[in-house]
């Protein structure tokens, strides 16, 4: 009782730090993307004031029960990724719940939030939400291919599915890191990551710019609030899964601060550079170039990392 | 006296008199001929039947020589059991066709006489054992069929019997000049005579004498192409006298050749080539055919063939022992089916097969044509499916592969024009066909009970234990007899029959078959249970279900191929017929019934090779297959794979899975498909994890060709508009992961597997049976439109919102567990391109998910259906069983997996290692119930918080279209609905990739065959003089290859 009681203790801290280092990172992106395009930007401590303000509105709508769960079902996929994924390496408690399942289990849990929130978006019955989901999938699917791909290959590279030993595997110094050992696998994992954050160009899936399509069509409230604040951990768990898999891990809470950034930043100059694309044309760019640099990976490990 | 009475030559006595007598007593009373004509025909039966039972029973047999002198100048006859059977045979079908023949015979005494003599010739025609008696025979027999065809005097019966006559006469010319010349080389007319003296049958004229001797009872047996003159025949004469000419006629003839063929040792493989090229050539252009009896005239000088192609090679290959079985097998079964078909085609009289729509309407009509279509085509329990098992395991033995084959494509064309045929029956009409009189149908219902008496008898003569093996086709009938109690009453009575039968059986059972035991038998009767939620007659459809239900226990208890085959091919023509029963499905069942045909055959052949490297017919023996291996392997998951549905073979699936009625394809897809993966691992675990033989290269091939499965049925499943055919599609794709691990062969593989098989049985009936549930409700399987349906059927919805979630994959449901598993197998494998693949299949598969949930329980709902009520609740009842199960096992993963692991344990290295709740692989980890409980804190505690801040927001519930979009609030669902075409972007983003390929070859493959069909019906120009210039370059054909040349 008392080692579950320390367990869930620790994992709370962790969601903390995740949850507001989250929401920094994402004041800071906007702040840059604000940069480039010549203007100021929102301060840092906006998103914090947005969270707050939505919960605390006095009156909300509901189109039914799986409306009212959508956000829930969201922030618990959110919630649920992070506690699959060890923060730091060898620290017992960013380990989480890393315990209860490898790698597979942290890639499939990701479905499950998007899967609950379009289901409540869905219930809203407006069809923009219905048609930014339905595109969010498809370009999901797309890629997938070079993540999974990607992961095949160090998979491969480390004969491991565990998260831990992956991490373990690539200490002793940078050169060890899957980046430099298998940059190919990095290359494309890093292109699908781009599609994951849904910057330009792979933004049309909820079109921020002009109406809002997706699953934030309809909510708002508390609801809203629960989704933004998902929205932070959410992309901190993924980074730190990429930070985990692809850039040798971290050792420390600033390590990882700066490595997540890093990553993170890839994604924001990209999308800071590039017009959109439509939906099928991110299709079929994840599964042209991206696709075959991932396959390029696997082929890269059997011929020269293992044979 | 009585003795005397029933002597044996009294059939050729008394047909002979009785014949000469008719015309002279008709000018005085027809009443009287008619009186005589009967009271012969039955004495003629009383004899040869009374025979048959006394030779049966040990007599021995008779020999006549008539007027004390010796042949050739007397007849000599003899008269022993297979002649006894084939004479009875051929007087009941005279007897039982002169019934159709009563209007024809009504003032035409010389047609009753010709009739008798014909009965009289054919008779002789098997029971001389002299040559020149035979020619006698053969005259007469062919002069009295020219009778009955000039006595119905239209153009086209003249000119039928004239080609007929002319074909004939050259035959028996020949026959007769090769009577001379072996009367000159031996210096006797009697065959055993001449066997005893084939030695002296050397030299050019020994071999001239054999050649026309030969061709002079081909030609009578109507070989192609020399036979466009038989043909004309069947079309034009009653359906009686066209049932006697191709069963009785024919006979004759055959027993004719069975006679000669130890005089012809050295021409067998000519004879084999003959009848084998008849064999195929007549399906191939059978398959042109729409007029009924010309069809039927094709199938019966296909059947000949057949019979010929037998006899030649049972004798090539020393395995005589075997021709009574197979030949008397096939000759029983054309005998009955064919004369019943002819006398229905009668009866019916509609000339076009099209002209037949509607018969579904008359069910006695539909069922006598059903079971004699059945026994022809070769369906279990009749005579044809012992003998045609029998000839194939014989021919693989003999090391022939190339008749193996030939002999399985004719039949898969055979069956392909006779189903075409019997399709057209199933179909709904204003105006069915009519018979006028009901007991014309007596005969033809006597012989569809013989038929199914044969079956019986000869499943008992191969030693099986036929009251067992039988049981679910007894079934069938017992509860067919029980159709006209209500729905319900027949729905309890099913289920509880086969509770009953199921249970010892199941208990009994180990290993494999124990895990199977549980998918298909208890998978299937909780499945099986939604059918009470309908409480109409559903006629057909329950003794249907009990006949399909039983042949899934026959599947499991059997120990040997043939049993196998027996349950499976029981298990196709019930699953084909109930798919029938549903209303669109019309267009899809033949291609259902060609392919599930192809995929038995296929297995039969891989059993048929086994048993000819090991000379056994146990399954288990299977693992001592060894040069043949790879062969016998390709063969059966070839077989296997087709009715799993693997890409490229899996074009009848989606119709047959979504036309099918509501819950029967719950039943169809979540359990009948199973067999497939049952036969995948039973072939697998003899042949490649226990096999003496090296299969790593097919298993290879198979593993892939599963992942390609899974990806294109998910990504077929995104387009579909229909509701069914979405989840048929993916039942495609899902049984894709169960193909690639079960050719990983490992314990993690074979896990997978068993694993996958489970899941899928529990996600898909329970979300075809909440689909049975909505198109029950809706009255519609197009999802654009329903939508909204969430608040109306809640249950229903939460049904498929489990199953979405247990086929996605995504934690904490079951769905996980096997993606971990098959993702670890394939990785311990080695398989990571297949692997890539995988999860690309996965990820497409959520995309289809979300569309079924969404476009039917979300979004706007349509106005019309504000009041729908939830799915019936006995259709409920196995969805929440299904539930449950699902939840324990996502809770407890070990449940599963334990019993999986121990079904298939000590034939593998362990891979899998419990340690508590976690489940350890070489690569990775996962506690499955950990999982579920970390997923229920991480989903509570949020939804805690929410209704906690909810206390402090006033949240207003609102009306559907209570939105807006587009600048208004929505008036009609019709407009803010997302549901139509959903995916399109998908479809723009692949192209030209998503061309229905599969779709364009199988095509393709019925275009060509139905030209080849055209091709070789070139020949038949209809013109006599032609026809018998073909019979002349046949005769010369058959000289130059038995070596006439040389």
Same mark, same amino acid.
């Given at each position: 009782?008392?080692?579950?009681?320390?367990?869930?203790?620790?994992?709370?801290?962790?969601?903390?730090?995740?949850?507001?280092?989250?929401?920094?990172?994402? $004041?800071?992106?906007?702040?840059?993307?604000?940069?480039?395009?010549?203007?100021?930007?929102?301060?840092?401590? *906006?998103?914090?004031?947005?969270?707050?303000?939505?919960?605390?509105?006095?009156?909300?709508?509901?189109?039914?029960?799986?409306?009212?769960?959508?956000?829930?079902?969201?922030?618990?996929?959110?919630?649920?990724?992070?506690?699959?994924?060890?923060?730091?390496?060898?620290? /017992?408690?960013?380990?989480?719940?890393?315990?209860?399942?490898?790698?597979?289990?942290?890639?499939?849990?990701?479905?499950?939030?998007?899967?609950?929130?379009?289901?409540?978006?869905?219930?809203?019955?407006?069809?923009?939400?219905?048609?930014?989901?339905?595109?969010?999938?498809?370009?999901?699917?797309?890629?997938?291919?070079?993540?999974?791909?990607?992961?095949?290959?160090?998979?491969? *590279?480390?004969?491991?599915?565990?998260?831990? /030993?992956?991490?373990?595997?690539?200490?002793?110094?940078?050169?060890?890191?899957?980046?430099?050992?298998?940059?190919?696998?990095?290359?494309?994992?890093?292109?699908?990551?781009?599609?994951?954050?849904?910057?330009?160009?792979?933004?049309?899936?909820?079109?921020?710019?002009?109406?809002?399509?997706?699953?934030?069509? /309809?909510?708002?409230?508390?609801?809203?609030?629960?989704? $933004?604040?998902?929205?932070?951990?959410?992309?901190?768990?993924?980074?730190?899964?990429?930070?985990?898999?692809?850039?040798?891990?971290?050792?420390?809470?600033?390590?990882?601060?700066?490595?997540?950034?890093?990553?993170?930043?890839?994604?924001?100059?990209?999308?800071?550079?590039?017009?959109?694309?439509?939906?099928?044309?991110?299709?079929?760019?994840?599964?042209?170039?991206?696709?075959?640099?991932?396959?390029?990976?696997?082929?890269?490990? *059997?011929?020269?990392?293992?044979? | 006296?009585?003795?005397?009475?029933?002597?044996?030559?009294?059939?050729?006595?008394?047909? +002979?008199?009785?014949?000469?007598?008719?015309?002279?007593?008709?000018?005085?009373?027809?009443?009287?001929?008619?009186?005589?004509?009967?009271?012969?025909?039955?004495?003629?039966? !009383?004899?040869?039947?009374?025979?048959?039972?006394?030779?049966?029973?040990?007599?021995?047999?008779?020999?006549?020589?008539?007027?004390?002198?010796?042949?050739?100048?007397?007849?000599?006859?003899?008269?022993?059991?297979?002649?006894?059977?084939?004479?009875?045979?051929?007087?009941?079908?005279?007897?039982?066709?002169?019934?159709?023949?009563?209007?024809?015979?009504?003032?035409?005494?010389?047609?009753?006489?010709?009739?008798?003599?014909?009965?009289?010739?054919?008779?002789?025609?098997?029971?001389?054992?002299?040559?020149?008696? +035979?020619?006698?025979?053969?005259?007469?027999?062919? !002069?009295?069929?020219?009778?009955?065809?000039?006595?119905?005097?239209?153009?086209?019966?003249?000119?039928?019997?004239?080609?007929?006559?002319?074909?004939?006469?050259?035959?028996?010319?020949?026959? =007769?000049?090769?009577?001379? +010349?072996?009367?000159?080389? @031996?210096?006797?007319?009697?065959?055993?005579? #001449?066997?005893?003296? +084939?030695?002296?049958?050397?030299?050019?004229?020994?071999?001239?004498?054999?050649?026309?001797?030969?061709?002079?009872?081909?030609?009578?047996?109507?070989?192609?192409?020399?036979?466009?003159?038989?043909?004309?025949?069947?079309?034009?004469?009653?359906?009686?006298?066209?049932?006697?000419?191709?069963?009785?006629?024919?006979?004759?003839?055959?027993?004719?050749?069975?006679?000669?063929?130890?005089?012809?040792?050295?021409?067998?493989?000519?004879?084999?080539?003959?009848?084998?090229?008849?064999?195929?050539?007549?399906?191939?252009?059978?398959?042109?055919?729409?007029?009924?009896?010309? #069809?039927?005239?094709?199938?019966?000088?296909?059947?000949?063939?057949?019979?010929?192609?037998?006899?030649?090679?049972?004798?090539?290959?020393?395995?005589?022992?075997?021709?009574?079985?197979?030949?008397?097998?096939?000759?029983?079964?054309?005998?009955?089916?064919?004369?019943?078909?002819?006398?229905?085609?009668?009866?019916?009289?509609?000339?076009?097969?099209?002209?037949?729509?509607?018969?579904?309407?008359?069910?006695?009509?539909?069922?006598?044509?059903?079971?004699?279509?059945?026994?022809?085509?070769?369906?279990?329990?009749?005579?044809?499916?012992?003998?045609?098992?029998?000839?194939?395991?014989?021919?693989?033995?003999?090391?022939?592969?190339?008749?193996?084959?030939?002999?399985?494509?004719?039949?898969?064309?055979?069956?392909?024009?006779?189903?075409?045929?019997?399709?057209?029956?199933?179909?709904?009409?204003?105006?069915?066909?009519?018979?006028?009189?009901?007991?014309?149908?007596?005969?033809?219902?006597?012989?569809?009970?013989?038929?199914?008496?044969?079956?019986?008898?000869?499943?008992?003569?191969?030693?099986?234990?036929?009251?067992?093996?039988?049981?679910?086709?007894?079934?069938?009938?017992?509860?067919?007899?029980?159709?006209?109690?209500?729905?319900?009453?027949?729905?309890?009575?099913?289920?509880?029959? %086969?509770?009953?039968?199921?249970?010892?059986?199941? #208990?009994?059972?180990?290993?494999?078959?124990?895990?199977?035991?549980?998918?298909?038998?208890?998978?299937?009767?909780?499945?099986?249970?939604?059918?009470?939620?309908?409480?109409?007659?559903?006629?057909?459809?329950?003794?249907?279900?009990?006949?399909?239900?039983?042949?899934?226990?026959?599947?499991?208890?059997?120990?040997?191929?043939?049993?196998?085959?027996?349950?499976?091919?029981?298990?196709?023509?019930?699953?084909?017929?109930?798919?029938?029963?549903?209303?669109?499905?019309?267009?899809?069942?033949?291609?259902?019934?060609?392919?599930?045909?192809?995929?038995?055959?296929?297995?039969?052949?891989?059993?048929?090779?086994?048993?000819?490297?090991?000379?056994?017919?146990?399954?288990?023996?299977?693992?001592?297959?060894?040069?043949?291996?790879?062969?016998?392997?390709?063969?059966?998951?070839?077989?296997?794979?087709?009715?799993?549905?693997?890409?490229?073979?899996?074009?009848?699936?989606?119709?047959?899975?979504?036309?099918?009625?509501?819950? %029967?394809?719950?039943?169809?897809?979540?359990?009948?498909?199973?067999?497939?993966?049952?036969?995948?691992? =039973?072939?697998?675990?003899?042949?490649?994890?226990?096999?003496?033989?090296?299969?790593?290269?097919?298993?290879?091939?198979?593993?892939?060709?599963?992942?390609?499965?899974?990806?294109?049925?998910?990504?077929?499943?995104?387009?579909?508009?229909?509701?069914?055919?979405?989840?048929?599609?993916?039942?495609?794709?899902?049984?894709?992961?169960? &193909?690639?691990?079960?050719?990983?062969?490992?314990?993690?593989?074979?896990?997978?597997?068993?694993?996958?098989?489970?899941?899928?049985?529990?996600?898909?009936?329970?979300?075809?049976?909440?689909?049975?549930?909505?198109?029950?409700?809706?009255?519609?399987?197009? #999802?654009?439109?329903?939508?909204?349906?969430?608040?109306?059927?809640?249950? @229903?919805?939460?049904?498929?919102?489990?199953?979405?979630?247990? &086929?996605?994959?995504?934690?904490?449901?079951?769905? %996980?567990?096997?993606?971990?598993?098959?993702?670890?197998?394939?990785?311990?494998?080695?398989?990571?391109?297949?692997?890539?693949?995988?999860? %690309?299949?996965?990820?497409?598969?959520?995309?289809?998910?979300?569309?079924?949930?969404?476009?039917?329980?979300?979004?706007?709902?349509?106005?019309?259906?504000?009041?729908?009520?939830?799915?019936?609740?006995?259709?409920?009842?196995?969805?929440?069983?299904?539930?449950?199960?699902?939840?324990?096992?996502?809770?407890?993963?070990?449940?599963?997996?334990?019993?999986?692991?121990?079904?298939?344990?000590?034939?593998?290295?362990?891979?899998?290692?419990?340690?508590?709740?976690?489940?350890?692989?070489?690569?990775?980890?996962?506690?499955?119930?950990?999982?579920?409980?970390?997923?229920?804190?991480?989903?509570?505690?949020? =939804?805690?918080?929410?209704?906690?801040?909810?206390?402090?927001?006033?949240?207003?519930?609102?009306?559907?279209?209570?939105?807006?979009?587009?600048?208004?609030?929505?008036?009609?669902?019709?407009?803010?609905?997302?549901?139509?075409?959903?995916?399109?972007?998908?479809?723009?983003?692949?192209?030209?990739?998503?061309?229905?390929?599969?779709?364009?070859?199988?095509?393709?493959?019925?275009?060509?065959?139905?030209?080849?069909?055209?091709?070789?019906?070139?020949?038949?120009?209809?013109?006599?003089?032609?026809?018998?210039?073909?019979?002349?370059?046949?005769?010369?054909?058959?000289?130059?290859?038995?070596?006439?040349?040389?």
């Amino acid at each position: 009782m008392e080692y579950w009681a320390v367990k869930i203790g620790y994992f709370l801290i962790t969601l903390g730090i995740v949850t507001v280092y989250g929401l920094l990172l994402g $004041a800071t992106v906007a702040r840059t993307m604000a940069k480039v395009q010549g203007r100021i930007g929102i301060p840092y401590w *906006q998103p914090f004031l947005d969270i707050i303000k939505n919960l605390g509105k006095r009156t909300a709508v509901s189109h039914g029960v799986m409306f009212y769960l959508g956000p829930v079902f969201r922030i618990a996929g959110g919630i649920g990724t992070l506690a699959f994924i060890p923060v730091i390496y060898g620290s /017992e408690m960013f380990s989480n719940f890393n315990f209860a399942g490898d790698l597979l289990l942290a890639i499939y849990f990701v479905f499950f939030g998007q899967l609950g929130m379009a289901l409540g978006a869905g219930e809203s019955g407006h069809p923009f939400s219905a048609i930014g989901v339905a595109r969010g999938l498809g370009q999901m699917t797309a890629y997938e291919v070079p993540f999974a791909l990607a992961i095949i290959a160090i998979v491969i *590279q480390y004969d491991t599915l565990s998260i831990n /030993e992956i991490v373990a595997a690539q200490q002793g110094g940078m050169t060890n890191w899957t980046l430099f050992t298998n940059p190919l696998a990095v290359v494309a994992a890093m292109l699908a990551f781009l599609g994951m954050t849904a910057y330009p160009p792979f933004d049309v899936v909820t079109a921020p710019n002009e109406i809002p399509i997706g699953p934030p069509t /309809e909510y708002h409230s508390s609801f809203l609030a629960m989704m $933004a604040t998902n929205r932070a951990i959410f992309a901190g768990a993924k980074l730190i899964l990429f930070m985990d898999l692809f850039f040798g891990g971290a050792n420390g809470l600033i390590e990882m601060v700066i490595k997540t950034w890093a990553i993170y930043m890839v994604a924001v100059v990209v999308g800071a550079s590039f017009p959109r694309f439509r939906v099928d044309q991110s299709i079929r760019f994840f599964l042209r170039i991206p696709t075959l640099i991932g396959i390029a990976s696997i082929a890269f490990v *059997q011929i020269f990392l293992i044979a | 006296m009585v003795e005397g009475l029933l002597a044996p030559i009294n059939l050729v006595i008394a047909a +002979l008199g009785a014949g000469f007598l008719l015309p002279l007593i008709a000018r005085r009373s027809e009443g009287s001929a008619h009186a005589l004509f009967w009271v012969t025909q039955l004495y003629l039966l !009383l004899i040869s039947g009374i025979w048959l039972l006394r030779l049966m029973n040990g007599a021995p047999a008779v020999e006549i020589i008539t007027a004390g002198i010796q042949p050739p100048f007397a007849i000599n006859l003899y008269f022993g059991l297979f002649e006894a059977f084939v004479v009875t045979a051929v007087n009941l079908s005279a007897i039982l066709g002169g019934w159709y023949l009563l209007n024809y015979f009504r003032g035409r005494a010389s047609a009753m006489s010709v009739y008798l003599i014909l009965a009289m010739g054919i008779s002789g025609m098997v029971m001389t054992r002299d040559l020149f008696n +035979l020619f006698i025979f053969i005259e007469i027999t062919a !002069l009295a069929t020219y009778g009955l065809l000039a006595l119905d005097k239209s153009p086209a019966s003249l000119a039928a019997g004239f080609k007929y006559i002319i074909a004939t006469s050259l035959a028996s010319t020949f026959f =007769l000049l090769g009577t001379m +010349l072996l009367y000159y080389l @031996t210096g006797t007319l009697n065959i055993d005579d #001449m066997l005893l003296h +084939l030695d002296r049958i050397t030299g050019p004229i020994g071999l001239a004498a054999s050649v026309l001797l030969l061709v002079g009872v081909i030609i009578e047996l109507k070989p192609y192409p020399a036979n466009g003159w038989g043909l004309d025949v069947y079309e034009t004469v009653p359906a009686g006298v066209a049932a006697m000419i191709s069963v009785g006629v024919s006979a004759g003839a055959f027993f004719a050749l069975y006679k000669i063929v130890p005089l012809l040792a050295d021409f067998l493989p000519v004879v084999a080539a003959v009848g084998g090229a008849t064999f195929l050539a007549s399906n191939f252009i059978g398959l042109r055919q729409r007029n009924v009896r010309r #069809m039927l005239g094709y199938s019966s000088v296909a059947q000949i063939g057949l019979m010929t192609l037998a006899l030649a090679v049972l004798n090539m290959l020393d395995k005589a022992e075997y021709v009574s079985l197979v030949v008397g097998g096939l000759f029983i079964n054309h005998l009955l089916a064919k004369a019943g078909l002819f006398w229905l085609a009668g009866a019916v009289d509609r000339p076009g097969t099209e002209d037949w729509v509607g018969l579904r309407r008359k069910p006695l009509l539909l069922v006598l044509l059903g079971v004699l279509l059945a026994a022809l085509a070769g369906f279990p329990p009749f005579p044809g499916f012992w003998a045609k098992w029998e000839l194939i395991m014989q021919l693989s033995a003999g090391d022939l592969p190339f008749w193996v084959f030939a002999v399985l494509l004719g039949s898969l064309l055979e069956a392909a024009y006779l189903y075409r045929w019997f399709g057209f029956a199933l179909r709904d009409a204003e105006q069915p066909p009519q018979v006028e009189k009901v007991g014309r149908l007596i005969p033809i219902g006597l012989f569809a009970l013989s038929l199914l008496a044969c079956g019986h008898l000869i499943a008992n003569w191969l030693g099986l234990d036929a009251a067992r093996v039988l049981v679910p086709v007894y079934m069938g009938i017992l509860l067919y007899a029980l159709d006209g109690m209500p729905g319900r009453l027949k729905a309890i009575v099913v289920l509880a029959a %086969f509770a009953a039968y199921a249970y010892p059986v199941a #208990m009994g059972l180990e290993g494999l078959h124990w895990l199977f035991g549980l998918i298909l038998l208890l998978g299937g009767g909780v499945i099986a249970f939604a059918v009470l939620h309908r409480s109409d007659a559903r006629k057909g459809f329950y003794p249907l279900l009990g006949m399909l239900l039983f042949s899934l226990v026959s599947l499991l208890d059997a120990s040997t191929s043939l049993q196998f085959f027996f349950a499976w091919e029981i298990l196709t023509l019930s699953s084909y017929l109930m798919i029938s029963l549903g209303r669109g499905a019309k267009k899809h069942i033949l291609t259902f019934l060609m392919f599930s045909l192809g995929s038995a055959f296929l297995i039969m052949a891989g059993f048929g090779f086994a048993y000819g490297e090991t000379g056994s017919i146990l399954l288990s023996d299977l693992s001592n297959v060894q040069t043949s291996a790879t062969l016998v392997y390709t063969l059966l998951i070839l077989g296997f794979l087709i009715k799993a549905g693997a890409a490229g073979l899996h074009i009848w699936l989606p119709g047959a899975y979504s036309e099918a009625e509501d819950d %029967f394809s719950a039943l169809l897809a979540a359990v009948v498909g199973k067999a497939a993966i049952f036969g995948m691992l =039973l072939a697998g675990l003899h042949l490649a994890v226990n096999g003496a033989g090296a299969v790593d290269q097919v298993n290879y091939v198979v593993g892939w060709l599963g992942v390609i499965t899974a990806f294109v049925g998910a990504l077929m499943a995104l387009f579909q508009e229909d509701v069914k055919k979405l989840l048929a599609y993916s039942s495609m794709g899902q049984v894709g992961y169960i &193909i690639t691990a079960i050719a990983i062969s490992s314990q993690l593989g074979w896990v997978s597997a068993g694993y996958l098989t489970v899941n899928h049985l529990l996600f898909k009936g329970l979300l075809f049976l909440a689909v049975a549930g909505l198109v029950f409700r809706t009255g519609t399987r197009l #999802m654009y439109k329903m939508g909204g349906l969430d608040k109306n059927m809640p249950m @229903t919805f939460i049904s498929v919102l489990i199953g979405i979630i247990a &086929i996605s994959g995504v934690p904490p449901l079951t769905g %996980f567990g096997s993606k971990w598993l098959l993702l670890n197998a394939l990785f311990d494998k080695g398989w990571y391109w297949q692997a890539g693949l995988a999860f %690309f299949a996965s990820a497409v598969a959520f995309l289809y998910l979300f569309r079924l949930i969404h476009t039917v329980f979300l979004g706007q709902r349509k106005t019309a259906h504000k009041d729908l009520r939830e799915a019936p609740w006995l259709l409920l009842v196995p969805q929440i069983l299904l539930i449950v199960a699902i939840m324990a096992f996502s809770v407890w993963p070990k449940l599963l997996i334990d019993p999986i692991t121990t079904a298939i344990a000590g034939n593998f290295p362990e891979a899998l290692i419990w340690e508590g709740t976690a489940l350890k692989s070489r690569l990775g980890y996962w506690d499955g119930f950990m999982v579920i409980n970390i997923v229920a804190g991480v989903f509570l505690v949020p =939804l805690l918080i929410l209704l906690f801040l909810s206390r402090f927001m006033r949240i207003q519930k609102v009306k559907q279209f209570n939105i807006v979009f587009a600048a208004e609030r929505p008036a009609t669902p019709e407009t803010s609905h997302y549901a139509y075409n959903f995916y399109s972007f998908y479809e723009k983003a692949f192209g030209s990739f998503l061309k229905p390929r599969a779709t364009a070859f199988w095509d393709g493959v019925s275009e060509w065959s139905n030209t080849i069909g055209s091709t070789l019906r070139v020949l038949y120009t209809g013109n006599g003089q032609t026809y018998a210039l073909y019979v002349l370059f046949y005769v010369v054909m058959i000289y130059i290859a038995v070596g006439g040349m040389g």
